[in-house]
């Protein structure tokens, strides 16, 4: 499992205060990947998500295929539903790229899984070891070494 540098509301807002792009896109990704097991520090980062928001509007984070702002976008995401949801685990699943074992780097449990090498499809089942929620992952191989990714909550 991924392990967030140095994960408390001081560290986070000392990166993102930096106005470093590289420093801000780091913080994003410690957020991401705590967001289930330190939920209480992002609700203590709730009274500076307007300033957080700000900094990183005008901020390049660069990015090739896809831009490297999602990152941010969806830490800031995270920090704002901190408040509302019980359990942020909904909000981590991503389009492209994404499988059980990507997802065993935000503590979640791989149940199962299954590689169809005919259609090229890996489907796996994992559960969020917050609420026990249990997602199917269907990985869709496609053209230019992309994968296309399903995710499906499990009603038990």
Not at 10 to 26: C, K, M, P, T, V
Not at 108 to 134: G, N, W
């Amino acid at each position: 499992m991924h392990e967030p540098r140095n994960f408390s509301k001081e560290f986070i807002l000392q990166e993102w205060l930096s106005s470093d792009a590289y420093r801000i896109l780091q913080a994003a990704h410690d957020i991401r990947h705590s967001c289930i097991t330190h939920k209480d520090i992002l609700i203590e980062l709730y009274p500076s998500l307007e300033q957080m928001e700000y900094i990183s509007r005008t901020m390049d984070f660069g990015g090739m295929i896809l831009p490297n702002k999602r990152f941010v976008d969806k830490a800031l995401q995270l920090i704002k539903k901190s408040i509302e949801k019980p359990c942020l685990c909904s909000l981590l699943f991503e389009p492209f790229n994404q499988n059980g074992h990507h997802m065993q780097n935000f503590g979640f449990q791989l149940l199962s899984e299954d590689y169809d090498t005919d259609f090229m499809v890996h489907e796996c089942v994992i559960r969020c070891p917050a609420c026990r929620q249990k997602y199917k992952i269907e990985e869709y191989n496609t053209c230019w070494h992309m994968t296309s990714t399903v995710t499906t909550p499990i009603n038990d």
